[in-house]
């Protein structure tokens, strides 16, 4: 008789056997992408901006790559290798068209913590003289530099395995408001990291809890010791940069190529330095020597791996959030679709295969992806396109950032967090929406500051499901609706025409982070079926007006005129952000399908939240305080219109 291992075996044999080659090309294509838009990819109307989008974006990856290898604690040429390897990694995997990944400041700052804890600074017994024969650079900054890798090697391991795993799908639980306070706190902490470099002063390395107020005692109680010369760079570095960019903001409509000016301020410092000798004359400090080429391939030390798991996972989940959340918004902005697993093999991927390469932890950048929005990139090849030029600068341009002032590349760092430092706006509109998710917010962004961001992080998931559970139990579930209100007046033979294109959906259950995409996705599956059936039960109820001698008409004539659908918004008890974001794309959705949206038994809560949240139809009413009041609108402007068009026949 067959053991039950030999079974098991011939189980997975016969499976592998089964395997077509139909099935491994699905495969194939479902797992990179770049199978799928790299055949179809129009040359002729993209190429150019594409091209346009690269040159830009490669002198911010050369700039921010700089100065996030510096905020990692490394060698700043590691970073000239972050921004080159996992770009070309994640634009064969990764679905964001838009997605400009790379060395990213919040991975940076996390990495930074297992460099500086298990490679501290303080040792001596690593010089600049005691060569390590790789890139001519100290043994001391080729441990740091593994320290850093090992981490993105593991951070990349967990993303996989999450991939692995399909946790995708519980990305669900990261809202907006967390998101955003995390992502502002973390931004602060960035900016912290950056004040010994512009105000020229020596400050030890400190972490752990309450370090960010620590670091600013330290400073004011050492405030003699800043260097003027480098505190006035900076401040002409910083309105330089925020002057330009904000003028390039003001006219990119009416120019087609923005000034590069990051590329300009280092050029020009660097000439600066160089023809003041500011090292050496003011004391200024600078980049340093800049290796050629690329490294051979390395495998990251694994002795450390134990030791840097608390980063390791820091960096796979901060670094995900944050690159989701931008792969999300180009995906809406431009209207594709980006699968939140697919993003986990991709993210994890940028992390794994670079950390041979002595690569620092990557993810993608807010600045890089509105520059890319910016200068009109239509795909990943404007990414790789920077990674062209950035090869070029790693061959033959890079010794001569030896003499680029640390301040200035501070100051690129502070200014490129703008966008994450503006999201304290978000504030106003959570207060509006929904005050829970304002105070979420606060604590999220407390906790960020006073801990690090995977705290915050995990503080903020926790406090928004604990609060969803409280609030659950107490919303209305069931809404028994009486019909007969408007079914007696609606029975007439001239009616059937117009009314057997409405349909009504009543929401009867609170509309928030949890259950937003489902509804949203079973709305849709109701719209998009032909011949408007005249009833659908899914989780929420449907009506359709018509009487017998309309269910013979052929559904093609259904599509003569708009049609109408209603939201009975009665059984909805509350709502939070997400749920307002999703009706307002309910809405714009239905208009682009010629199709009009009412809200009715709308509270006065849900319609202040709407109004502020987006752009609704200003010429046509879109809340009312009943079915029948609603349809009564819409049949007259029917009417209306029907007489105007025989008016004019």
């Given at each position: 008789m067959?053991?039950?291992a ?46 346009v ?25 590691f ?14 995997f ?45 043994e001391?900054?080729?441990?740091r ?86 505190l ?34 280092i ?39 134990p ?13 995900y ?30 992390n ?23 200068t ?17 600068v ?11 002032p ?9 200014v ?20 829970i ?14 801990f ?29 609706k ?5 079914e ?26 949890l ?11 109701i719209?998009?079926?032909d ?39 009665s ?6 952000y ?16 010629y ?22 139809d ?32």
């Amino acid at each position: 008789m067959m053991t039950g291992a030999k079974r098991k075996r011939s189980t997975v044999w016969r499976k592998i056997q089964a395997v077509s080659f139909e099935d491994i090309k699905a495969w194939c294509m479902r797992r990179l992408p770049i199978l799928k838009w790299v055949p179809v990819y129009n040359w002729k109307e993209n190429l150019l901006p594409d091209t346009v989008s690269g040159m830009m974006l490669a002198i911010q990856q050369v700039t921010q790559g700089l100065a996030f290898a510096v905020l990692s604690s490394v060698h700043p040429v590691f970073g000239l290798y972050g921004s080159f390897f996992p770009v070309i990694i994640y634009a064969i995997f990764g679905m964001g068209r838009h997605v400009a990944t790379g060395t990213f400041a919040l991975t940076s700052l996390i990495s930074a913590n297992a460099v500086e804890r298990l490679v501290p600074s303080v040792r001596t017994n690593f010089t600049a003289n005691n060569n390590s024969g790789i890139l001519g650079l100290s043994e001391f900054e080729m441990q740091r530099i593994g320290v850093a890798a090992a981490v993105s090697f593991l951070g990349g391991i967990i993303q996989v395995v999450m991939f692995m795993l399909q946790l995708g799908s519980a990305t669900f639980l990261l809202t907006e408001p967390v998101i955003s306070a995390m992502t502002t706190g973390a931004a602060t902490h960035v900016v912290t990291s950056q004040v010994k470099y512009l105000l020229g002063m020596k400050v030890p390395y400190m972490s752990g809890p309450l370090a960010f107020f620590h670091i600013y005692a330290y400073v004011f109680e050492n405030i003699r010791t800043v260097q003027l010369e480098a505190l006035l760079l900076s401040l002409l570095s910083i309105v330089v940069l925020v002057l330009v960019k904000e003028l390039n903001e003001k006219f990119h409509r009416n120019i087609k190529v923005v000034l590069p000016i990051d590329l300009l301020l280092i050029i020009a410092t660097s000439i600066a330095c160089y023809c003041a000798d500011m090292e050496y004359v003011y004391r200024i400090e600078v980049v340093g020597n800049i290796p050629k080429g690329l490294p051979s391939p390395k495998a990251p030390p694994m002795n450390v791996l134990p030791e840097v798991v608390t980063e390791a996972f820091g960096v796979a989940l901060v670094g995900y959030v944050a690159s989701l959340a931008l792969a999300q918004g180009s995906a809406k902005k431009f209207k594709y679709k980006v699968d939140d697993n697919q993003e986990f093999l991709a993210h994890g991927l940028s992390n794994v295969i670079p950390s041979f390469f002595f690569c620092i932890p990557s993810a993608a950048a807010m600045g890089r992806t509105a520059l890319l929005y910016s200068t009109g990139a239509k795909t990943q090849v404007a990414c790789l396109i920077s990674c062209v030029l950035i090869l070029v600068v790693i061959y033959t341009i890079g010794p001569l950032l030896y003499w680029l002032p640390m301040c200035v590349l501070a100051s690129i760092i502070v200014v490129g967090l703008k966008g994450m430092l503006m999201q304290f706006r978000d504030l106003k509109k959570y207060w509006n929406v929904d005050k829970i998710d304002w105070s979420i917010w606060v604590s999220t962004y407390v906790f960020t500051i006073c801990f690090a961001a995977n705290v915050g992080l995990l503080y903020g998931v926790v406090c928004t499901i604990v609060i969803v559970i409280f609030r659950f139990p107490r919303a209305k579930t069931l809404n028994l609706k009486n019909m007969k209100e408007v079914e007696y007046k609606y029975k007439a033979e001239d009616n059937c025409e117009s009314l057997k294109q409405v349909k009504i959906v009543s929401v009867n259950s609170p509309l928030v982070f949890l259950n937003a995409r489902k509804f949203r996705a079973d709305l849709l599956k109701i719209i998009q079926k032909d011949g408007m059936s005249s009833q659908c039960e899914q989780n929420t109820l449907l009506g359709s007006f018509s009487n017998g001698s309309c269910h013979g008409e052929l559904v093609q004539s259904c599509h003569s005129e708009r049609r109408l659908l209603i939201l009975d918004c009665s059984g909805l008890n509350f709502f939070d952000y997400t749920g307002v974001s999703v009706l307002l794309q309910i809405y714009m959705d239905c208009k682009n399908r010629y199709i009009d949206v009412v809200l009715a038994h709308c509270k006065a809560s849900l319609i202040k939240a709407m109004q502020y949240g987006g752009n609704l139809d200003s010429e046509n009413p879109v809340f009312f305080e009943s079915i029948s009041s609603a349809i009564d609108a819409v049949q007259i402007h029917r009417n209306y219109n029907k007489f105007s068009e025989q008016s004019e026949v």
